[in-house]
Structures are given as C-alpha cells and as structure tokens.
C-alpha cells in the first residue's frame, strides 16, 4: 500500500526564516510526485510535480527536490502570504485498474509565517 | 479560463437523509477524480472517471456512497443515509490525459451531517 508522510505537522516561522518541509514516501513505482497549496476553505492548488529522483523544480520562494525515498519542499527568505497548508502527494506507475491514477496524500504541513 | 467548480459549496443535512454533490470539470478534461477530506486527516480517493465509466471505485466507503458521470462532463456524487461520519470536504479534481496528468482541483463542498 502507497504511504506518505510529512513532517512537521505544523511549523511557525518568522518573514524571511527559510526552512524545509519533508515528504517522505513508499510507492510500488513511483509515476510522479506533487506538491499542493491550500489555503483555508478552499481546494488544493498544484504547485509541482517531480518525475524522477534528481529532478528539482522551482516557483517563485518555492523549491522541490526529489529522492527515491523523499522529497523537499524548501521556502527561501517566506513571505506571509506563503503561510497555508502544504500537501504531498505520490501517483503509482500502472494501469488505470491497478491504482495507477489517483493520488494518495499526506496529511500536510501547515505553515505559519509571521512579520 | 474557467476552473473545475463544485455546488452546493457548503450542505447541512439531517442523519439518514440522501445529499447529491456535483462536480464541473475543466473543459476537455477527460479524466475526474472524487476525494473526501475529513478533519485532521489526508485527502482520501474515493473513485476515478474516465470519460464516463469507473475503473476505479476503490475507494467508496460503502454501498451507500455511489457516483455517476454524463456526457464526459459533470458527475454527481450521491451519499444515501447520510451518517454523522460522512462529515467531511468531498473535493472533486479533474486532469488531463498523457504523460503531464496534474489534477487540478476544486473549491470542494463542505458537508455537515448533523
């Protein structure tokens, strides 16, 4: 069975205190990893996908990074408005009856960035 | 461009009565994808359209959760009996086809069960 984990589950930092938040992951074949937003009583909001361990992606303060167990989600030098929910999420490698389509999440980093 | 849209946005509703949720997906988009979200937990799946068939319905609860898709377009969720455990954010994502298959999401509908 696909598992996600991430960790921390909350993590307050003050404007312009860079950090990580991890995602660690087991899948059976890893088809694509993604990262979502969502801010408070609204969806998620795709942020990046990684393919392959190596693979780093950036937006904006935001950079991805992805290994075969783990991947990264780093917040360069954050803003207020970064502060929302981060969710992780891996999509197995398979046919459309094997489970090879849905996502399976993580139960999220919830982050508060204060002035 | 308009986005995938989701009604009612919020539904309260009394224990053992039936809610029908309703999902609009990004025009063209072939592939829908139903999740729930309940208090401190995961987006859990729920069940997967492509065009209108179910390939995957895995993740349904039980015989009372059951969902249909019409014209390759909108879907409709149906939970019959509703329980207070059925409480939750029923989110409904759609995606394109191919390799670059992000699923981009809804506002969601917030059910209360009371």
């Known amino acids: 069975e696909d598992q996600v984990t991430q960790s921390p589950e909350a993590l307050r930092l003050q404007e312009g205190e860079s950090s990580s938040l991890n995602c660690s992951y087991t899948v059976s074949g890893l088809r694509g990893l993604f990262w979502y937003r969502q801010d408070p009583g609204k969806g998620p909001e795709f942020l990046f996908t990684l393919y392959s361990a190596g693979e780093e992606k950036e937006k904006e303060r935001l950079k991805a990074t992805l290994t075969k167990k783990e991947s990264f989600l780093h917040i360069t030098a954050p803003k207020p408005e970064d502060s929302a929910t981060y969710l992780c999420?891996?999509?197995?490698?398979?046919?459309?009856?094997?489970?090879?389509?849905?996502?399976?999440f993580g139960t999220g980093t919830q982050l508060k960035v204060e002035l | 461009g308009a986005g995938v849209s989701q009604s009612p946005s919020n539904k309260v509703t009394e224990k053992g009565k039936d809610v029908e949720l309703r999902c609009d997906p990004i025009?063209?988009?072939?592939?829908l994808y139903w999740y729930r979200q309940s208090l401190g937990q995961g987006l859990e799946f729920l069940i997967y359209?492509?065009?209108?068939?179910?390939?995957?319905k895995s993740g349904l609860p039980s015989d009372r959760f059951s969902a249909e898709r019409t014209g390759g377009s909108v879907s409709t969720l149906t939970i019959q009996r509703t329980q207070q455990e059925d409480s939750a954010v029923y989110l409904c994502a759609s995606t394109t086809s191919g390799r670059l298959e992000t699923q981009y999401f809804g506002p969601g509908t917030r059910l209360l069960v009371l």
């Open positions: 359209f492509q065009g209108n068939s179910a390939p995957d």
């Open positions: 025009s063209g988009h072939t592939a």
């Open positions: 999420a891996v999509q197995r490698r398979g046919g459309l009856t094997g489970g090879g389509n849905k996502l399976t």
